[in-house]
């Protein structure tokens, strides 16, 4: 078990080590899978528990995920011709990468949950803390670390654009309402109040090395937009009131809505986190305007006339290099999602269901395409597969277990099986688990389904 | 039942494979291994002038003409005369020994009252320079009359001294010896000769005598005069030097004076020819002396520098006249030229890659109507050796040592390759040879592999003007194995040989100031650290 840990530690370090990007993507198993679970509001506002009461304290819902689109363990380690030795393989993972890669790591945690049937409305409240947390890094910063400026760079620029770190942490408090609309309509909407705790956010990142193919002379072009809150710095410590006090605040909205087709065939949409935060507190933003700056090597005749040359040549690259500070508030978008799904019951034991997932992020587009089967095993006990192609990846194959009854609800799911099976050949990992309290007959066991 | 049984089966299935799973990215085979980045970096870039090449290497200086063509000035400057060489002023001393005789002064038993003798007298003025000399006007100096008598009353010397003039005021002095029964009396006075000024033409030969005239007046104690006294006095000018002297100097023949002009374009050159076209060698004569003088060169000559040999100038005007100054304070400038056209082989005795030029000046005075030397006249030569950089060079060759340490770590570098980017502007080529040796000289690396054509010759047009410049890439690359090697590098010894623009076939190159030399050195590193 300790060897376990410490792979998977070493796992999610190395990913850690090379760097990440954009928010990270969000266990959409949960989707398609447990669509009668009390925390499945979180993805569609439309749904609900078919419990009359619901309720968890610090066990409702966790959920954990990183993913690295750049490459996967199996393509830096590979093993040697002569014996089973593993080697580092930098090309072999380079070749893999886009022009830009993202390392990502992404945590919800439900602090307290609670929700009650009326009739045909549903209310709901939680606080959910969200984390998540991105590096995007170019190939070419990669492929400058491991294979230096002397080859194939030389008289081509080093494009290191985009490289940034993007970081959101805040603590939401949801007020959730849904209402059934005649016998197929059901929509739901949920109001969060945004309480800010840090943020790290790369506006804008240009980043250029050109070695000269024949001098060598060095030009170096950038630009940077990066804006910061509540990151403590060596003056000040971590503020934990910021997950409570709202001095960076901000709101969201979530939408859902749930169209019963036939008896088999539902269909759903859902827009997740429609908002801002005003980040105020602790803001440390730094910016630098579009420079470029040649270096060509020590000037032997100024080096030769000038004893003050090289504190000249020093000065002259801080003023070039130095990056101009404020600490004025600034307001960054929530990473928005879009759902789209739908799911067909084959019989009682078995349906299937298709979801399309769109990330919005630093406007940014991604898609994620999931194709899912669900078996009623019992009525307590249900179990789901399902296939996502997602982040330049194909091989995700997830599974999930949910168990109602006694009260209780828990669930476990993941969308990449592999990444348990096979670590080193995954580029997404994600696992979601919950724990909540009912109060009330389930609608479906009391009839029978 | 079944249901269950596929439940735990599945959960078994799944836990089994996240195990095994994990077993399998063995993450302990990880195998040793380099990290080989290859690294490029410039180093120093510089572009250099004929000025910075040339100015800094020596104090030579250079000219540019009005279309900016450059030459090579070397020059040295010296007194060749001093007006010491001329004239000096040894100490003078003229003494008088008077008898009662000479003063018509008659023997008597009892003399009481007090009578008064005269005598004049003139001395001449010891001149070893030769020449009439006809004023003084002192400098420093300083007159000590000294008188003796042995007559038995008191007397008192009236000095008076017509031709020395202290402010336009004749000098005089009285010394006073009062006899009390002791004879022989003595007694001095003394003059300070400073901005005295002395007339030397007043004495009958018309220069060179002093003149001085002496009152006694004898004041009788009662004692005899037996007609055997004397009565004595001395004169002592002493410390003379003079702010001006006026006079008919004469014909002085003078030391004669070597001076040598080094020629460092050529110091680090071990052999080549060198063809410039029109040198010119100036000799520039400041004369402050009232008295003209002519110049004779024993010698003008250069030596080689690989074998030592001297050549020597010929067909040039063998006596120069300098003129004289007009009035003291001033001077009077006389130029001699001597160019490839008032001599029969300037061009030549420069092109063996010379490094000193010499000459040797020999001249005298001819100074035969009054003439005046004040106390700073001299005549200065300011020797000039103009060398128009226009011309053609071939086979010429450069060596320089320079102390270097190469701290390259063999551990983490797995090759090292510098670069020199050249774009030549200057119409010379160059082959290079650069070694690196160890403390003793003893070879470690031949970086060159031999000689390596390093650059050619910008061309240059039927004027002798640069049309483009010439461009190279150079690399030099020192591999791992070596690395041990060069670290014990103390010295890199360059040779550097070549030749101007098609200077083996005496094609004409002109340099001008707007011509660079760009040179930018880069490095690129294969570095190899383990993991």
């Keep these: 078990m300790k060897k376990l840990s410490t792979q998977l530690l070493f796992v999610i370090g190395l990913l850690l080590i090379t760097q990440t990007n954009a928010i990270a993507q969000r266990n959409f198993g949960f989707y398609s899978n447990f669509q009668n679970l009390p925390q499945s509001h979180y993805y569609n506002p439309s749904w609900n528990a078919k419990n009359k009461i619901y309720f968890s304290i610090g066990t409702g819902m966790h959920s954990f995920g990183a993913s690295n689109s750049g490459f996967a363990l199996n393509d830096i380690l590979v093993s040697r011709a002569q014996d089973d030795s593993l080697v580092i ?72 654009d985009g490289l940034g770190v993007n970081m959101n942490s805040y603590i939401e408090y949801g007020f959730g309402y849904n209402r059934e609309i005649g016998s197929k309509w059901k929509v739901g909407a949920r109001y969060k109040l945004l309480s800010g705790i840090a943020n790290v956010k790369t506006k804008k990142s240009v980043l250029g090395l050109t070695t000269d193919e024949t001098t060598f002379d060095l030009t170096i072009d950038g630009a940077l937009d990066l804006r910061t809150a509540g990151i403590p710095d060596s003056n000040s410590t971590f503020d934990q009131n910021g997950a409570f006090n709202f001095k960076n605040r901000g709101m969201a909205f979530d939408f859902g809505v749930t169209f019963q087709a036939t008896e088999k065939l539902k269909l759903s949409g859902s827009l997740l986190d429609l908002g801002s935060i005003k980040w105020t507190q602790n803001v440390q933003n730094f910016s630098k305007e579009d420079f470029s700056y040649t270096f060509r ?130 580029k997404n990992f994600h696992v979601s688990t919950g724990l909540g309290f009912c109060i009330g007959r389930d609608k479906d066991k009391k009839a029978g389904k | 039942m079944k249901k269950t049984n596929f439940y735990w089966i599945s959960v078994f299935t799944l836990l089994a494979l996240v195990i095994t799973g994990c077993k399998k990215a063995g993450f302990d085979k990880i195998a040793t291994q380099a990290w080989s980045p290859n690294l490029a970096v410039p180093l120093a870039v510089g572009e250099f002038s004929v000025y910075d090449i040339l100015v800094n290497k020596d104090s030579s200086i250079l000219t540019v003409g009005p279309d900016g063509a450059i ?53 001449p003025l010891n001149n070893p320079s030769g020449g009439s000399l006809f004023t003084i006007d002192f400098r420093t100096g300083n007159l000590s009359i000294d008188v003796e008598t042995n007559l038995m009353h008191s007397v008192k010397y009236d000095f008076t001294f017509p031709d020395l003039k202290e402010n336009g005021v004749v000098v005089t002095r009285s010394i006073n010896l009062n006899y009390t029964g002791s004879v022989p009396q003595q007694g001095n006075s003394a003059v300070n000769l400073q901005n005295a000024i002395l007339d030397l033409t007043n004495g009958p030969g018309g220069s060179n005598e002093v003149r001085v005239e002496l009152a006694i007046i004898i004041m009788g104690s009662g004692s005899p005069i037996t007609g055997t006294e004397y009565v004595d006095f001395s004169l002592a000018m002493q410390n003379l030097d003079f ?133 700073d006249s001299k005549i200065n030569l300011l020797g000039t050796l103009t060398l128009p950089l226009e011309g053609y060079a071939t086979g010429f060759m450069l060596r320089d040592t320079i102390e270097a340490s190469i701290d390259l770590d063999n551990e983490f570098v797995e090759s090292a390759m510098l670069r020199l980017n050249i774009e030549n502007g200057f119409p010379v080529e160059a082959s290079v040879r650069v070694v690196l040796v160890d403390q003793n000289y003893v070879l470690l690396k031949d970086l060159t592999n031999g000689f390596k054509n390093l650059i050619n010759a910008a061309p240059v047009n039927s004027s002798g003007r640069v049309t483009q410049s010439a461009t190279a890439i150079n690399d030099f690359t020192i591999t791992n194995a070596e690395l041990p090697i060069v670290k014990n590098t103390k010295y890199i010894l360059f040779e550097v040989g070549g030749q101007t623009f098609q200077g083996n076939l005496g094609t004409v190159v002109k340099f001008y100031d707007d011509y660079k030399l760009k040179l930018r050195l880069g490095m690129q590193v294969q570095a190899k650290v383990k993991l």
Aim: with cysteine; hydrophobic share 40%; aromatic share 12%.
């Design chain 2, 71 to 123: 030459a090579i000035v070397y020059s040295d400057s010296a007194d060749i005369v001093k007006a010491s060489d001329i004239i000096a002023l040894p100490d003078q001393n003229f003494d008088y020994n008077g008898s009662m005789a000479a003063y018509g002064i008659p023997p008597v038993l009892t003399f009481t009252g007090t009578q008064t003798y005269t005598i004049n007298q003139t001395f």
């Design chain 1, 297 to 426: 090597g020590v000037d032997i005749n100024q080096a030769i006339n000038d004893t003050n040359y090289f504190e000249t040549l020093q000065d002259t690259l801080k003023e070039i290099f130095f990056v101009d500070g404020n600490n004025a508030s600034y307001r960054t978008a929530l990473p928005m999602r879009v759902i789209v799904g739908g799911t067909y019951d084959i019989n009682k034991l078995f349906g299937v269901g298709a979801t399309w997932f769109s990330d919005f992020t630093n406007r940014k587009y991604r898609p994620t395409v999931m194709l899912s089967g669900t078996m009623h095993l019992k009525n307590w006990l249900f179990v789901n597969v399902n296939y996502t192609v997602s982040s330049r990846s194909a091989k995700n194959i997830g599974i999930g277990f949910a168990l109602k009854g006694a009260g209780m609800s828990y669930f476990v799911t993941t969308d990449n099986l592999l990444g348990f099976i096979s670590p080193a050949g995954a």
């Design chain 2, 243 to 375: 702010d001006l002297i006026t006079g008919n100097l004469g014909s002085i023949a003078l030391p004669s004076f070597k001076d040598t002009i080094g020629l460092k374009l050529f110091n680090n050159t071990s052999q080549g020819t060198f063809t410039l076209s029109d040198p010119k060698l100036e000799f520039r004569f400041r004369n402050s002396f009232g008295i003209p003088v002519d110049i004779s060169f024993n010698s003008i000559k250069t030596k080689e520098i690989s074998s030592g040999n001297e050549f020597n100038l010929t067909g040039f005007p063998p006596v120069f006249s300098l003129a004289d100054a007009a009035s003291p304070g001033q001077s009077a400038v006389s130029t001699l030229t001597i160019t490839d056209q008032n001599s029969a082989n300037l061009q030549t005795i420069l092109s063996p890659t010379p490094k000193v030029l010499i000459y040797d000046i020999g001249c005298s005075t001819t100074g035969l109507n009054t003439n005046f030397i004040t106390h």
């Design chain 1, 89 to 160: 393989d930098p090309a072999g993972a380079i070749s893999k990468m886009a022009k830009l890669n993202y390392l990502g790591f992404s945590a919800q945690n439900e602090l307290l949950g609670f929700g009650i049937k009326l009739k045909k409305s549903y209310v709901s409240f939680s606080i959910v803390n969200r984390f998540d947390m991105s590096f995007a890094y170019p190939k070419d910063f990669i492929q400058l670390i491991f294979e230096g400026n002397g080859g194939e760079f030389l008289g081509k620029r080093v494009n290191m």
